[in-house]
């Protein structure tokens, strides 16, 4: 005997939950037309009065919205006003000021970050004129251009 329990075995039967098989649950050959599954989805049909009413709800509350905006509008921003004062005349002077000290500073660095790329640009050429005019960088090149010449073309 296998250690699954079978339908077949009596008395067995009753106490056991039937479950159907996939065959049943695939539909039985007069519910299915015209060779297509049964679905859950709702026909066009019963679907179309759903979404107008969606649209119907959603149009009469941006219409109420709009009403208590007209009606209570004046009010509630009159609540609004004195609670979010302005800040005041010295505070918007010293933030300026600030400001000021900032952009001057920023001035300053620009300013002397360009010196500085000037001045190392300066020396570089300088001392680039001095080695072209000594001759010395030209020597060193012509050498390594003329011993890596017959091993770069190995066919030649």
């Known amino acids: 005997m296998s250690a699954m329990p079978s339908h077949t075995q009596p ?3 009753a106490s056991l939950p039937v ?9 039985h050959p007069a519910k299915v037309k015209n060779d297509q599954l049964p679905t859950s989805r709702l026909s066009l049909g019963k679907r179309a009065p759903l979404a107008l009413a969606r649209h119907l709800i959603v149009f009469l509350v941006g219409v109420a919205a709009t009403l208590a905006w007209q009606t209570y509008g004046d009010a509630a921003r009159h609540l609004i006003v004195p609670a979010a004062s302005g800040p005041d005349q ?17 001035d300053g ?14 020396r570089t050429t300088r001392s680039i004129d001095e080695l072209t005019a000594s001759g010395r960088a030209v020597r ?3 050498k390594l251009r003329s011993s890596a010449a017959p091993s770069s073309c190995p066919g030649a």
């Open 11 to 13: 008395g067995l039967s």
């Open 109 to 122: 660095l620009a300013i002397s970050i360009g010196t500085s790329i000037a001045t190392s640009q300066e």
């Open 90 to 106: 010295q505070q918007l002077n010293a933030m300026s000021f600030d400001l000021d000290a900032v952009r001057r500073s920023i």
């Open 19 to 27: 479950k159907p098989s996939v065959e049943a649950a695939a539909g």
């Open 140 to 142: 060193p090149l012509q």
